[in-house]
């Protein structure tokens, strides 16, 4: 895994109609192994993926079937399917919390999303497909909001 530099890139709709898009790559407060992004309370239909860097240029990060002991996910022509996490995107997910953790593992040819929790959610809805962290005692805990994101929301109530 030291040797699969990783990059998370965000896709987002924010009101304006044009699609925002954020990558770890490009932000200098991220790592190749740690990357974190707070996205505004409005954004909608957001989109999530990963890509891995080598020296001989750029490829995707692709599903996986967790309960198939990992084996790639393919679509009917037999094609790996893109790992493609997306988040609000219709408007009963509106008032979802999103507070997502994503861990990936394996190597540069070979990289996938090992496991994955949204820490924000109901718990009393069912889990996400893409939700798979095993043990309870182990996922992770919602973070408390930033006190500017709960600023900046109050202000931009109607």
Same mark, same amino acid.
């Given at each position: ?5 990783r990059?998370?890139?965000v ?6 109609g044009?699609?925002?898009?954020w990558?770890?790559?490009? !932000? ?7 990357? *974190?992004?707070? $996205?505004? =309370?409005? #954004?909608? +239909?957001?989109?999530v993926?990963?890509k ?9 990060v692709?599903?996986v ?9 393919? !679509? ?7 790992? *493609?996490?997306w $988040?609000? =995107?219709? #408007?009963? +997910?509106?008032s979802?919390?999103?507070?997502v ?9 070979g ?20 939700e798979?962290?095993?043990e309870? =005692?182990e996922?992770?805990?919602p ?16």
């Amino acid at each position: 895994d030291v040797l699969c530099i990783r990059s998370m890139e965000v896709e987002w709709e924010n009101g304006t109609g044009v699609r925002q898009s954020w990558s770890s790559w490009n !932000d200098w407060l991220a790592g190749w192994y740690e990357a *974190e992004k707070m $996205l505004p =309370s409005s #954004a909608t +239909d957001v989109k999530v993926s990963f890509k891995v860097r080598t020296v001989s240029g750029t490829s995707s990060v692709y599903r996986v079937n967790h309960t198939k002991r990992n084996a790639w996910v393919r !679509d009917y022509n037999g094609k790996c399917v893109l790992e *493609e996490i997306w $988040l609000r =995107s219709d #408007a009963e +997910d509106m008032s979802q919390r999103i507070d997502v953790v994503f861990e990936l593992a394996g190597p540069m040819l070979g990289c996938y999303m090992r496991r994955a929790w949204n820490a924000g959610a109901d718990r009393k809805a069912s889990r996400q497909h893409w939700e798979w962290w095993g043990e309870a =005692s182990e996922r992770p805990e919602p973070e408390a909001l930033p006190e500017v994101l709960v600023a900046a929301d109050k202000s931009a109530a109607p």
